[in-house]
């Protein structure tokens, strides 16, 4: 690409050209699986050991490789969102482009994700035989982990759109996975940043789960955390509108 050839960095990530049917299993299947690693590496981990930072490092590397193939599977069909907050971050920040991710998708894509990330849970539950529906007893309703949950949640649609708006979204396997990763162990909550993950760990009373109880309070502040990151999108990448796509 010339220097003087200048290219327009949409916010969205959605490949337009894929049908709808195909772009919503691609979230319903990549959810359910991003969960079942999540939730089924979390059993597996306190099955083999009783040490809760093994336990936590088991949890992290397992959702780290799982998440990053699913995202390099799955991205070319739906943008491997298998995230409501991204799915409607996508939708706010394109809503004047006519290509942008519609609210037909957004209706779509947000209960194909809640619905894929309930069966995650139930499956891994499922693999280890446990209770195929157990709700979780592990509060997490302290403001601390709130406050966790909205640095996570803003640093991912920072990583994301940021991403899109420098033309790297091709680093977004590696990169969001090991975001992730990392926000494991840097948040306080161990980074859900996630609303439909949210909900499909209120189902395993396992190290992964979260009480029904507190599941309110952690969709509230992603939503939040969403919207925080949106912001530094627009105050850092601003000058990336109108600049030169990088290949």
């Known amino acids: 690409m010339n220097d003087g050839d200048q290219v327009e960095v949409p916010p969205a ?3 337009p050209a894929v049908p709808l049917l195909n772009r919503v299993a691609a979230e319903l299947v990549g959810t359910a699986a991003l969960v079942a690693v999540v939730v089924g590496s979390g059993i597996q981990a306190t099955e083999l050991t009783q040490d809760v930072g093994l336990q936590l490092l088991a949890n992290s590397l397992a959702t780290v490789f799982g998440l990053g193939v699913l995202i390099l599977l799955l991205g070319p069909v739906s943008g491997a969102h298998f995230n409501p907050v991204v799915t409607l971050a996508e939708w706010w920040s394109g809503r004047k482009n006519p290509q942008g991710l ?11 994700q809640i619905a894929g990330a ?6 891994a539950d499922a693999m280890f035989g446990k209770a195929l529906v157990q709700w979780s007893t592990h509060d997490r309703s302290a403001g601390h982990l709130l ?7 803003a640093g991912l649609v920072l990583l994301v759109f940021g991403l899109g708006r420098s033309g790297l979204l091709r680093f977004a396997p590696v990169a969001v996975a090991s975001y992730i990763g ?3 162990w840097f948040t306080s909550s161990t980074s859900f940043a996630n609303p439909a993950v949210t909900i499909g ?5 396992t190290f992964a789960g979260i009480a029904p109880a507190s599941v309110p309070g952690f969709i509230g ?16 990448f601003t000058h990336r509108r109108g600049g030169t796509a990088q290949q």
């Not at 519609?102 to 194909?112: D, I």
């Not at 309930?118 to 499956?123: C, N, T």
């Not at 760990?201 to 009373?205: E, N």
Request: no cysteine; hydrophobic share 60%; net charge negative.
């Open 13 to 15: 990530v959605e490949p």
């Open 102 to 112: 519609g609210p037909r998708e957004v209706a779509a894509y947000v209960p194909a």
């Open 118 to 123: 309930v069966a995650g849970s139930i499956l």
């Open 147 to 153: 406050l966790g949950e909205v640095v996570a949640t």
């Open 182 to 184: 990392a926000a494991y």
């Open 201 to 205: 760990r209120a189902f395993t009373d």
């Open 221 to 236: 502040v992603q939503v939040v955390g969403g919207a925080v990151g949106l912001a530094l999108v627009a105050l850092i």
